[in-house]
């Protein structure tokens, strides 16, 4: 995957890591869905994308909160991957 860092969408996410972190989640989860559902109509493109970016989010959420209670000496979490192939199977 290659991220353009001129782009404007790119310049504008870049204000915070946050920001950056999201848009380049969204690009890559973009490149597995294109790459995954080949052959399938735009609306079940869209809809897979939509699945695939709330899925990253929430664990992007849960792995964020995990961190912070390690770094306070909280309880120790596993880490969460997301896995396209869950999708694939569903189509």
Known sequence: MVINNGH???????RS????L?????????EL???NFIGIPPDQLLERLLELTLYTE???RYSL???RQ??????RVH?????????ASSV
Do not use: H, P, T, W
């Not at 890591?17 to 950056?20: A, E, Q, R």
């Not at 999201?22 to 973009?30: P, T, V």
């Open 33 to 35: 869905v294109l790459k």
């Open 58 to 60: 929430e664990n992007l």
């Open 70 to 75: 390690r770094e306070a000496g909280g309880v």
């Open 65 to 67: 909160v995990a961190n």
């Open 17 to 20: 890591k946050m920001l950056k």
């Open 8 to 14: 404007r969408d790119f310049v504008y996410a870049a």
């Open 79 to 87: 880490r969460l991957q997301a896995r396209v192939n869950v999708l």
């Open 22 to 30: 999201r848009y380049i989640c969204r690009l890559f989860a973009k």
